[in-house]
């Protein structure tokens, strides 16, 4: 291999990572640090009893409880048989094998993709998996972060590696300057209705640009965290002074002497001048408005002020079949607006936006206002230390007097694994990342949208072009 | 062992120096009727929604498969759903592009897998998800456009079609035409011979501690 090669940030981090490149096999790529939580780790862990084999090295994987868990009274036991017996189970795993765990009531403990950042544990330049597609956030730090399945979470517990092909790279750059009320769920929800729910299956993500320069940390995260709703293995942004501040001072992150030797190691993970990717994309920001889905994979949104296309307009027989039982099973019209159309529930909260800035917008917009009688929001933060911080900063008092329902952290209404479901039929605007058909409960109905739309629509009880309060 | 390629003669030395091999279900040639599930973009909630992910073992998921297709609210089956018409079955399932998108969530290939299916047919697979089906004895089938959408009509015409699955052959025939299909050497000899790949990583167990030791 000619290591004198132009290189993108994918590649530099990948080759350094590949313990083993023998001919027949996929390589077998280092991991630095592994997520673990209830739902996709029991099955792995009794892999390894059945082997009689150990945990590789315990220290590079941390354990939260985080999608079944309840957001009210966790102080208490869970109610539900079937969640408490899959977190009891987490709990006894990780006592067993000698992994950290973050269960609930600890201070640490939230969305696995949200303690990693904010615990220092997530850093550029690693490799990072956890049993959970939106693995991809971490990428936001400049490291290759994916989501796997629970075959591949017994590989890395019992080996820290794991069998991979590489991936293609694509380069997505964003320039230009974001209008009034835009954020960057607004980009990533755009880009992701330009290339469709498949269209970057196979490639790995290096988003750049100024737009994406211009981000804070928090507003990278909820980029790279969706890469995988266009079908991505992962997102990745080149790490930059915005990174190094964000991490610095972080609980688990290098202090001191090795904090300082660390960022001049960092600053040489970007793309060499030449490197060559399998695609590149260029879009500017004047195109991107605030955003809202309408069907039921993310691929399917478009600008909040724009009209859903008709069957008519979709060039594919398959899409236009597509689209049709999305809309039916949505109760929507081809061809109609969103704007106005009266809503029921608002779920703010997720591993896409859930963060302490997130609830500070929210925040901000609902100061002094009430939501509207028909509608019920929830506001679920990301993790304990946000839920903490928004105290602190009496961001609950404005949402009590909104009207809003703060609750405690894990994933809720993203997925509905608990018992956050939003009712059969009814419509729920979501900050989450998948509009699924059930995703949010049985039959129930998501439109994805920043969290400024959110709290718009929270005033508004309706579907609301958040510039029009702002 | 069964050669595959030119790769079968390093692959066997690596094995034979392995003793924790845990065998697998192998899959070679699989010759039965199919069940057509002509939608695009069937993600893995479909397959397996989150409220059924409780449990902690890998059996079982097979009477969730599609739940909220298959049944519904009251727990009725769906009568019109192809799993419940009685009109199809067969160890091949057959489906529109972009199959398994979504939650990497691998009860999804178990469910599928635990329902009975061996294949999945479609011109596109989210990439997760076909991992994890190739973890699970799962076979995923990449065809060509034209060649799912001709599956769809010959099903449709007689449900009782056959397919030919040859993993070794790497071809897939119905009807008498056949199209050849691309699948990862390496996965390839691990389906047909029941290979796991945790068997290799530990077989790399001192490599991988000395790279640990020196990135820590």
């Known amino acids: 291999m000619n290591d004198t090669k132009p290189k993108t940030i994918f590649e530099k981090i990948w080759d350094s990572h590949v313990v083993k490149n023998a001919e027949?096999?996929?390589?077998?790529?280092?991991?630095?640090?592994?997520?673990?939580?209830?739902?996709?780790?029991?099955?792995?862990?009794?892999?390894?009893?059945?082997?009689?084999?150990?945990?590789?090295?315990?220290?590079?994987?941390?354990?939260?409880?985080?999608?079944?868990?309840?957001t009210k009274d966790q102080h208490l036991p869970i109610k539900?048989?079937?969640?408490?017996?899959?977190?009891?189970?987490?709990?006894?795993?990780?006592?067993?094998?000698?992994?950290?765990?973050?269960?609930?009531?600890?201070?640490?403990?939230?969305?696995?993709?949200?303690?990693?950042?904010?615990?220092?544990?997530?850093l550029p330049g690693m490799t990072i998996v956890c049993g959970d597609s939106h693995t991809s956030t971490h990428g936001a730090f400049g490291n290759i972060a994916f989501g796997i399945g629970t075959s591949e979470v017994e590989q890395v517990l019992a080996t820290q590696c794991i069998l991979q092909n590489k991936p293609r790279t694509m380069r997505i750059e964003i320039n230009g300057k974001l209008s009034k009320g835009v954020l960057s769920k607004d980009i990533i929800l755009y880009i992701i209705s330009q290339l469709t729910a498949s269209g970057a299956t196979g490639y790995f993500v290096e988003y750049a640009g100024d737009t994406i320069r211009n981000l804070s940390m928090e507003a990278r995260m909820t980029i790279c965290n969706m890469s995988i709703e266009m079908g991505a293995r992962g997102g990745l942004i080149a790490p930059d002074e915005i990174t190094f501040d964000y991490i610095k001072g972080r609980r688990f992150a290098p202090q001191g002497k090795v904090f300082e030797k660390k960022v001049e190691?960092?600053?040489?993970?970007?793309?060499?001048?030449?490197?060559?990717?399998?695609?590149?994309?260029?879009?500017?920001?004047?195109?991107?408005?605030?955003?809202?889905?309408?069907?039921?994979?993310p691929g399917m949104g478009m600008r909040i002020s724009d009209r859903i296309p008709t069957i008519e307009e979709l060039k594919e027989i398959s899409g236009q079949i597509s689209l049709k039982k999305s809309l039916d099973y949505m109760g929507l019209e081809a061809g109609s607006q969103l704007l106005g159309k009266a809503i029921d529930y608002v779920f703010i909260g997720s591993c896409t936006n859930a963060r302490i800035e997130d609830l500070r917008l929210v925040a901000a917009m609902v100061k002094g206002k009430k939501k509207?009688?028909?509608?019920?929001?929830?506001?679920?933060?990301?993790?304990?230390?946000?839920?903490?911080?928004?105290?602190?900063?009496g961001l609950d008092?404005?949402?009590?007097?909104?009207?809003?329902?703060?609750?405690?952290?894990g994933c809720s209404a993203c997925l509905g694994m608990n018992e956050d479901k939003v009712p059969a039929g009814k419509y729920c605007i979501a900050t989450s990342n998948r509009n699924f058909e059930g995703r949010q409960g049985p039959k129930s109905r998501t439109f994805l949208a920043s969290p400024l739309s959110a709290a718009a629509a929270a005033i508004t009880g309706r579907i609301t072009d958040v510039r029009e309060l702002v | 062992m069964v050669v595959v390629g030119r790769y079968s003669a390093t692959i066997s030395q690596q094995r034979s120096t392995n003793n924790e091999i845990m065998s697998k279900e192998k899959f070679t040639r699989l010759v039965t009727t199919t069940v057509p599930l002509p939608v695009e973009n069937i993600d893995t909630d479909q397959i397996i929604p989150a409220r059924f992910l409780k449990a902690t073992t890998r059996e079982g998921f097979g009477d969730n498969l599609f739940r909220d297709w298959r049944y519904d609210s009251d727990n009725n089956p769906v009568k019109d759903f192809v799993l419940n018409t009685g009109i199809y079955s067969g160890k091949v399932l057959v489906a529109g592009k972009n199959f398994g998108c979504g939650s990497s969530r691998e009860h999804a290939a178990w469910a599928i897998h635990d329902f009975g299916f061996k294949v999945v047919i479609s011109s596109f697979f989210a990439d997760i998800f076909k991992g994890n089906a190739l973890n699970?004895?799962?076979?995923?089938?990449?065809?060509?456009?034209?060649?799912?959408?001709?599956?769809?009509?010959?099903?449709?015409?007689?449900?009782?079609?056959?397919?030919i699955v040859d993993l070794e052959k790497q071809t897939i025939t119905v009807n008498g035409a056949s199209e050849s299909f691309d699948i990862n050497l390496y996965k390839k000899i691990c389906m047909v011979n029941g290979y796991d790949d945790i068997d290799y990583l530990l077989s790399l167990n001192s490599e991988i501690r000395e790279f640990d030791l020196a990135h820590s």
């Not at chain 1, 790529?29 to 780790?41: A, G, K, M, P, Y």
């Not at chain 1, 399998?278 to 879009?283: G, M, N, P, Q, R």
């Not at chain 1, 933060?381 to 928004?390: D, L, R, T």
Request: aromatic share 10%; with cysteine; net charge negative.
């Open chain 1, 372 to 393: 509207a009688a028909n509608v019920k929001v929830w506001v679920v933060p990301g993790s304990k230390q946000v839920e903490e911080q928004a105290k602190r900063e």
């Open chain 1, 265 to 297: 190691e960092w600053k040489k993970l970007k793309t060499d001048e030449g490197a060559v990717y399998d695609a590149v994309l260029k879009f500017t920001a004047d195109d991107i408005g605030p955003m809202i889905t309408y069907g039921t994979n």
């Open chain 1, 24 to 70: 027949g096999y996929p390589d077998a790529l280092f991991i630095d640090r592994h997520f673990i939580h209830e739902v996709t780790s029991p099955q792995a862990f009794d892999g390894l009893k059945k082997r009689g084999i150990k945990v590789f090295n315990t220290h590079r994987t941390t354990a939260t409880a985080d999608h079944n868990v309840p």
């Open chain 2, 136 to 163: 699970n004895g799962l076979l995923p089938v990449v065809v060509s456009d034209n060649y799912l959408q001709g599956l769809f009509i010959a099903i449709e015409k007689n449900p009782k079609t056959e397919v």
């Open chain 1, 80 to 122: 539900e048989a079937l969640s408490r017996h899959q977190v009891e189970t987490l709990r006894n795993n990780c006592q067993e094998f000698g992994i950290e765990l973050y269960d609930l009531g600890h201070p640490f403990q939230g969305i696995v993709h949200i303690i990693g950042p904010e615990l220092g544990l997530t």
């Open chain 1, 397 to 409: 008092k404005v949402f009590e007097e909104a009207g809003f329902e703060l609750r405690s952290p």
